[in-house]
């Protein structure tokens, strides 16, 4: 297993561990069932924050297949941050975590365009982690203006500490 591999082993680990508690699993139908919903922006959604063509209204999934979706999404996203990023694999696992999931949440193509990515591949990674917090509005409605969302903060905050890899730090 190459160095990058194993670095995005241990990414993909953290990212899991806190996907689900940044997404939560939506509505419950009944134990370990979720179905299909409107998030805050108005997108379709379902399992751990999944949208796209492929969700469908009124849809019930079981926590399995709303995991398998969570590790596919994650999948993507580090592989966004392979074809984006610069010597990714010298990165922190934690940065890389955290990476994945601020692109899990915002797409791919945002990512591209974003200063964090153009800080990640500057290697200024302080700042880069601090540039998340410009990420906290969603659309009020399809044509709606972009307004601050509480839940967006929240993530935002556990994404910069993922990033500076504070969670890991033990106070005295």
Known sequence: MGKGKAAAG?????????FATLEGYGPKVR?????????????????????????????????????????ADLTEAFAAEDKYLDRVEELDPWVRASAALFIANVGPEAFRGSSFRRLLNERKIGAACDSLLLWTKARAGPQGALVVVRGLVNRRMAELELCLGEAWKVEK
């Open 31 to 71: 134990p370990d069932t979720y179905k299909s919903y409107v998030d805050v922006a108005g997108v379709l959604t379902i399992c751990v924050g999944h949208t796209g063509p492929d969700v469908k209204f009124g849809e019930t999934l079981s926590k399995a297949q709303c995991d398998e979706i969570a590790k």
């Open 10 to 18: 241990g990414a993909m680990l953290l990212a899991l561990g806190l």
